[in-house]
């Protein structure tokens, strides 16, 4: 074997879950014999055929999947160039691409012989999903929340409570994503022989960012089929938001190792670029430690987690996954940052123009996606993953329109 | 010798527990803690886990957690850290107390092992408490720590097969840090039943010293561990005191140094 050859992008995590230098486990050791057997269990579901086959069969009957990729035709024409698409998680069973993975890590829990789940949600869309799973499996359930976004996401939680599941509003530090994880893992830390933690992004000690990425990745194979099939090629341009980094995640892995298409990540760029005002990790953070594994965080000088801001709560989160990071050394995916404001304006304009209103995660993609079309020829093609629907966020719009706070 | 040797072996001479209060740094301010160290030093304390206020703790429990909170609302610095303890070490000379850190790996990443080893050990600290490092990343830490004596602590739970304890207890130095209950830090009733045989199979692996921590906060508690442990750590029994010390400094003083008193006595 020739030992120069260029090792597959896709070849990551190693055994220690590590993505190039990113990843790992951080975590109290009264963790580490649950890591040690959720990694157990997991390897060992992904090479069950039954295993395979009963998720595959939730995707179809119960998700509604595959997603549908779809021409905006509209939007096409107001940016003016490339043809865009858009990958539609927000079709899926409640409305967004978090159930994917909450479904996944559901049936790891029942091969575990666990009977309870808890997860952290930040917009809610990962709560709904667990919520959904839960009651799906007969799954005892706890949602942590930060109270801000209990405030922000009402629609969410109502939704959550309908399906059985508590959800436990969190008051400490900023009351948002962050700090319904670190509760979230308190609790983990003293049910941890009962209990799976589904955590909802690619973040974490190893090997959620794995798994949570592999059960995310049918949104990638799909649009890799759809696009050869609807168009006979690859997409030029991949764009999706990242926040911890799921659903990107699972769009670009497929793609990673396809040297012709371009990948582009969207954070949250807040108020603005000062400390506090946005959250955008990757593009004003560096390497630390945060919620258990080493990747891009925001931080102060001391390591001490940084406050951070978005309009959208499932992108206000100080972190994010370690295989962005390890993506964002290599320049494999070029990440980016969408303000608050300009979120906003496109959550408008997807509305009035397809006819479609996106999640204000998905909203910073869009942003994006148009610039980028609109410097690009007919020929090419644009995928946005659309990664949820706006619902949940319509109530929120209304207050910061008529507020015009921004 | 590190101080920490020397005073475990002073102990087993004595057929003593130790007493390891954990503290705040900074709670409400570090003019406070520095007040505070000596007293708790008079009134029995043997060592000090010397708590770094981490804004995102996933170990601890709401006390500690709020008592973290409050320490870095006026924006609390390591270096401060660092400079107060080293002034209350200065006053110690004659009969320094020794003090250890405890430390999420977030803090001391960002730092650099090597800079916040030297950082420490300039401040009077002879080890450190990790908290969130499990025994396969401490690699570094434990090396750069070993090359200048001075101790890394790994933490061992109900939850820590035999295999894994084998590899914790090797990285130890100076004690092994024995979490008593599966969950985060905090008070509790009783302490588990399963801690005995737990402490039994540990004894069989080491003879470094073994000190219990999370959930002991009564003198009973005490009581009972002396016979089995080489050391007890009390934390959030201790720091729910501190929750008014903003606001009234020597009633808080006062019961902090009471319970540390009471725990002495248990002892014998």
Known sequence: ?406 | MNPLDALFQRLRAEKRAALMPFLTAGDPDLAFTQQLLPRMAAAGADLFEIGFPFSDPIADGPVIQASYTRALRHGLKLADIFRSLHEVHQTWKAKPTPLVAMASYSLIYRMGATAFIEAAQNAGLCGAVLPDLPVEEANEFASVAQERNFHPILLVTPTTSPARAEKVVKVCRGFVYVVSVVGITGTREALPAALREQIARLRTLTDLPLCVGFGVSTPDHVRELQTIADGVIVGSALVKHLENASSDRTAALTAVCQLVKELRAALG
């Not at chain 1, 308190?186 to 941890?192: F, G, L, Q």
């Not at chain 1, 959620?208 to 990745?217: A, E, G």
Request: glycine content about 10%; hydrophobic content about 40%.
């Open chain 1, 1 to 406: 074997m020739n030992s120069t050859l260029p090792t597959a992008i896709s070849a990551v995590p190693d055994a220690r879950g590590r993505f190039g230098p990113y990843g790992g486990r951080f975590v109290p050791e009264t963790l580490m014999f649950a890591l040690e057997q959720l990694d157990t269990a997991y390897r060992a579901a992904r090479s069950d055929p039954a295993f395979v086959a009963q998720f595959q069969r939730l995707l179809a009957d119960y998700v509604g999947r595959p997603s549908r990729l779809y021409l905006a035709e509209r939007l096409t024409r107001e940016a003016g160039g490339a043809r865009i698409y858009l990958k539609r998680e927000d079709l899926n069973h409640t409305g967004a691409h978090k159930i994917n993975n909450a479904l996944g890590q559901a049936l790891i829990t029942l091969r575990m012989g666990k009977r309870r789940v808890i997860a952290e949600t930040g917009a809610g869309m990962h709560g709904v999903a667990t919520a959904t799973a839960a009651a799906l499996f007969g799954l005892e359930c706890r949602v942590y929340m930060g109270n801000e976004d209990v405030r922000r996401q009402a629609l969410n939680v109502f939704r959550m409570r309908a399906m059985g599941a508590e959800v436990f509003p969190v008051e400490s530090g900023s009351r948002t994503l962050k700090d319904a994880t670190n509760e979230a893992m308190r609790d983990w830390m003293s049910s941890v022989e009962t209990t799976h933690y589904i955590i909802g992004s690619v973040v974490g000690p190893h090997p959620f960012p794995m798994m949570v990425r592999d059960f995310q990745s049918c949104i990638g194979q799909e649009t890799k089929q759809q696009c050869l099939q609807q168009l006979g090629k690859l997409p030029d341009v991949i764009v999706a938001c990242v926040g911890g980094g799921s659903n990107a995640a699972g769009m670009f892995y497929p793609f990673v190792d396809e040297p012709s298409v371009e990948l582009v990540g969207v954070e949250a760029g807040g108020r603005g670029p000062r400390p506090g005002d946005h959250a955008a990790t990757l593009n004003n953070g560096r390497p630390g430690v945060l919620h258990g594994s080493f990747s891009y965080v925001l931080q102060d000088d001391d390591g001490q987690t940084a406050d951070v801001h978005s309009v959208s709560a499932g992108l206000d989160y100080p972190g994010v996954g370690p295989e962005h990071s390890y993506w964002h050394d290599l320049h494999r995916v070029r990440y980016c940052s969408v303000s608050d404001r300009e979120a906003l304006d496109a959550f408008h304009l997807c509305g009035r123009l397809e006819g479609i209103l996106p999640a204000l995660e998905t909203a910073h993609a869009l942003v994006e996606a148009l610039r980028i079309a609109a410097t690009r020829s007919p020929d090419d093609v644009v995928v946005v993953c659309f990664s949820g629907r706006g619902d949940k966020d319509c109530a929120e719009v209304a207050r910061l329109t008529a507020q015009n706070s921004l």
